[in-house]
């Protein structure tokens, strides 16, 4: 396929290859202006899609705090049972099942 190259506005260079070609035109490319060597293209969003991105954005965000927090409240749940002093797991113990910090993790 053909390789097209998009100046943006802040100095940045972009490259997109054509794959497939198709006879419909894209609803989201409004106006194409060029010459030569350049050309640029107008996009435009449909009003739909700021709301998917918010909604996007929010999941990504939301996933990311639980599986941290999630990591992070099972860890002070093991390192709670490495001071006690315990068998740890990867030596064969089984003690962390016991620990409520361990099991608050795992299920957030």
């Known amino acids: 396929g053909a390789v097209l190259s998009f100046s943006c506005r802040d100095s940045c260079q972009a490259w997109c ?12 490319l409004t106006s194409m202006e ?13 009003s739909g899609s700021k709301y998917h991105l918010y909604i996007g954005l929010a999941l990504a965000i939301g996933s990311s705090i639980f ?29 962390y099942l016991k620990e409520w910090l361990w099991w608050a993790g795992l299920l957030s």
């Open 67 to 95: 599986i941290g927090s999630s990591f992070i409240l099972k860890k002070k749940g093991l390192l709670k049972l490495a001071e006690r002093g315990v068998t740890r797991a990867g030596q064969g113990g089984y003690s």
């Open 34 to 46: 060029g010459t030569g060597n350049e050309t640029n293209w107008s996009i435009s969003m449909p």
């Open 17 to 28: 290859q054509i794959i497939n070609v198709s006879e419909s035109r894209s609803p989201l």
